[in-house]
């Protein structure tokens, strides 16, 4: 074992790469062994799970993820970090790690492919913050037949995104597909650099195929969250939005937080 997550080897992979961690990718690195084994417990992954790891860095997650699944493919933005990724997972024959932004990643092929092989395909990943809502969204909206996923978010999101009074479009998908729970908090003194805020693992198990015309429905309802959801869905339904309200039996002065996820999934029946 190498537990790259051990202060003094990343400091070693940093400083022999001359690695700056990039703001501008969010970079903070896990430095804390037992901070990482816990998100691993976390997670109930085994070898018949293949993970998909958004973001390795220098490998720390990725290495402990490696000992318990099948599988571990790793999408990495900084082609910076290729030649320590080399050095650091390079020897481990069940780890993939493929550069490219994972937003531009077409997940659906990506699982089906993997699931042919395994019974399980989850996603584990410290999500860089500056963009975690478009990562969720664009995993939950792909439709792809996953099992689970589970991020590391900063703390007050995690707490936002598992609070039922609290609704947003990314909640509703959210609970369209499953359900939601926090994990786990993670101080920020187990990273380097250290972020500003505290830190969170969340999970969300997946139950239901995500419905695609959900994604323009919670757009168009929350363009703009003050106004009723009569003004905001007229954009989309023109003069037909009364009669669709009334057939849904959605008051038409209701502020869109406070519909239901079955208000939505019924209003998808009229695009
Ligand atoms: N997994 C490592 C750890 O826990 O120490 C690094 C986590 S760091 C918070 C976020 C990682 O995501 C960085 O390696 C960063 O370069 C990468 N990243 C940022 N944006 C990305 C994107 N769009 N696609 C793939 N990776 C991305």
Do not use: W
């Amino acid at each position: 074992m190498k537990d790259i997550a051990k202060k003094s080897h990343t400091m070693y992979l940093l400083d022999k790469y001359q690695l700056q961690a990039s703001k501008k990718f969010g970079q903070n690195f896990l430095i804390d062994l037992n901070t990482i084994k816990k998100i691993v417990e976390t997670t109930h992954i085994n070898q018949s799970t293949c993970v998909i790891e958004i973001g390795p860095g220098i490998g720390a997650l990725s290495e402990q993820l490696s000992y318990h699944a099948g599988h571990v493919v790793c999408y990495e933005i900084d082609t910076r970090l290729k030649d320590v990724l080399n050095e650091s997972l390079g020897e481990f024959e069940n780890i993939e790690i493929i550069f490219q932004d994972f937003l531009t990643v077409d997940l659906k092929k990506v699982v089906e492919k993997y699931k042919q092989d395994y019974q399980d395909v989850c996603i584990v990943a410290n999500l860089p913050y500056y963009i975690t809502s478009d990562i969720l969204e664009h995993i939950i909206s792909s439709g792809a037949q996953l099992t689970s996923i589970h991020a590391m978010v900063q703390k007050e999101v995690a707490q936002k995104l598992t609070d039922t009074n609290y609704k947003s479009p990314l909640t509703l998908m959210i609970e369209s597909v499953g359900d939601i729970s926090l994990d786990m908090l993670v101080s920020k003194n187990v990273f380097s650099p250290a972020p500003r805020v505290d830190s969170a693992i969340i999970s969300i198990r997946i139950h239901k195929p995500y419905e695609p015309l959900l994604t323009p429905i919670l757009k168009a309802s929350f363009t703009q969250k003050r106004k009723t959801i009569y003004n905001n869905l007229k954009g989309l339904f023109n003069e037909q939005t009364k009669n669709i309200l009334e057939e849904c039996h959605i008051l038409e002065n209701k502020r869109p937080e406070e519909l239901a996820i079955e208000d939505y999934l019924n209003l998808t029946k009229y695009l």
